[in-house]
C-alpha cells in the first residue's frame, strides 16, 4: 500500500470516527463526563485560540495534530463500547447522507468570511 493510499485510508477512518463522536455524544447511554470531554475536544477545534498559535511555522500545527487525536482517543475510551460500535456503525451510513449537511455548513463559514472582510473593509475605507 502506497503511502498517499495509506492518507486516504487514514482520512476516511477520522472523518467516520468524526461522525461517530457526533453521535456518541448525543447519546444518552454515554456518561457526562464523556460527554463533557467531547465538548472540550470540539471547543479547541474550533476555538480560534490555540496553546501554540498556528502562524508559527511547523510547530504551529503540532498541539492540533498531537492534541486532538490525543483528546479523542481518551473520548472513546470514554464511551462504553457497544454505544461507541453503534455509533460507529450509524457513522458509516451517513457519511453519505451527510454530504448536503456539510456542503451547507462549509457555506455558511463563507458566508461568515466575507461578511467579516466586507465589515473590515468598510472600517478602513470610511477612515
Known sequence: ????SLW???ARELKTQTYALYFALHDPRVPWYAKLAGICVVAYVVSPVDL?????PV?????DLILVPLGIALIIKLIPAGVWEECREKA????????RIA???AAFIVAIWIVVAWLVY???VSN
Open 92 to 99: 458509516k451510513g451517513a457519511s453519505l447522507q451527510n454530504r
Open 103 to 105: 456542503w451547507f455548513g
Open 122 to 124: 468598510r472600517a478602513v
Open 59 to 63: 510547530i504551529g500545527y503540532l498541539d
Open 8 to 10: 486516504k485510508q487514514r
Open 1 to 4: 500500500m502506497s503511502r498517499l
Open 52 to 56: 501554540i498559535p498556528d502562524f508559527i
